[in-house]
């Protein structure tokens, strides 16, 4: 999303939590109605989407080989399996991913999904739609398009198959926080690109999306951070996910 020069000092900030089984809002604070990257976030939808179309079998199968020709990042030079790709975040997993499903197949399922603008045409930077369309490129969603979108997958109104639905389930992260809930979660990083195209590493924009449970009690949640300074150390999104598991039981203390 690009900005503006009067607005690019301004950082941007979203929470929003509502009820799985009834869609009422706990919680909103922030800039929640506009729409960003989803970078690794998307890892969610794409999971339902390989699952469902039996590309993906179970938590460890497949193991697909890493190549060096990729050329990614040290930490992502390895062997990896689904349950692998959703804890540390693999990109070129989900780059295989999305050229077995093919382009008539991926771009239904993002269309049937009802996925944020259901843009997979990819272009700016020079991104293509297939591999990279919602790294930085033509796909976004917000922060309250999210949630809502989780709150379909969890209820099962998706248009995946049950198993396709438990298995995603079970891949995804697990965070621990205080008074006993367990939160669920992706995170996704990336940065902003200003008006020329070009990647801004002065606007880091970091997510961390999924849903909490304690007891009986089931919420939906997004958190999206979008600052005006680089990051040297760790993550935006390690950031903003610890923020939240940190923030939530306050936030929806007394509900």
């Given at each position: 999303?690009?900005v ?20 009422e ?14 970078q ?11 699952y ?16 060096p020709?990729?050329?990614r ?9 689904p349950?692998?790709w ?41 991104t ?26 969890r209820?099962?109104?998706l248009p995946?198959s049950?198993?396709a639905?438990?298995?995603t389930?079970a ?5 621990q926080a ?8 992706k995170?996704g ?6 008006t020329?195209g070009k ?20 919420l ?19 950031e ?9 039981p ?6």
């Open positions: 999303m690009n503006s020069p009067a607005d690019a000092a301004d950082p941007i900030r979203c929470t929003v939590i509502i009820d799985e089984k009834t869609g809002t706990i919680y909103r604070q922030g800039n929640c109605d506009q729409g960003f990257y989803p690794s976030t998307f890892k969610l939808p794409l999971a339902m989407m390989g469902d179309a039996g590309i993906l079998v179970d938590e460890h199968n497949p193991l697909w080989t890493y190549d020709k990729l050329k990042p040290q930490r992502e030079q390895k062997d990896t399996d349950t692998i959703e804890r540390d975040s693999i990109v070129w997993f989900s780059q295989a991913l999305t050229r077995k499903l093919g382009k008539r197949a991926f771009a239904d399922y993002v269309q049937r999904f009802g996925y944020g603008n259901q843009d997979v045409s990819g272009g700016p930077g020079n293509d739609g297939l591999t990279e369309s919602w790294l930085m490129s033509s796909l976004k969603i917000s922060a309250e398009d999210q949630v809502r979108f989780l709150r379909r997958f209820t099962g109104s995946i049950e198993r639905r438990q298995m389930e891949i995804v992260p697990h965070f205080a008074d006993g809930w367990d939160i669920q979660g995170t990083a990336g940065w902003l690109r200003n020329a990647t801004n590493y002065e606007r880091p924009l970091g997510w961390f999306v999924g849903w909490a449970t304690r007891g009986d009690r089931r939906i949640f997004a958190r999206l951070y979008i600052a005006n300074h680089r990051y040297s150390d760790n993550p935006i999104s390690f903003t996910r610890d923020s939240l598991v940190t923030d939530l306050k936030l929806v203390e007394g509900r």
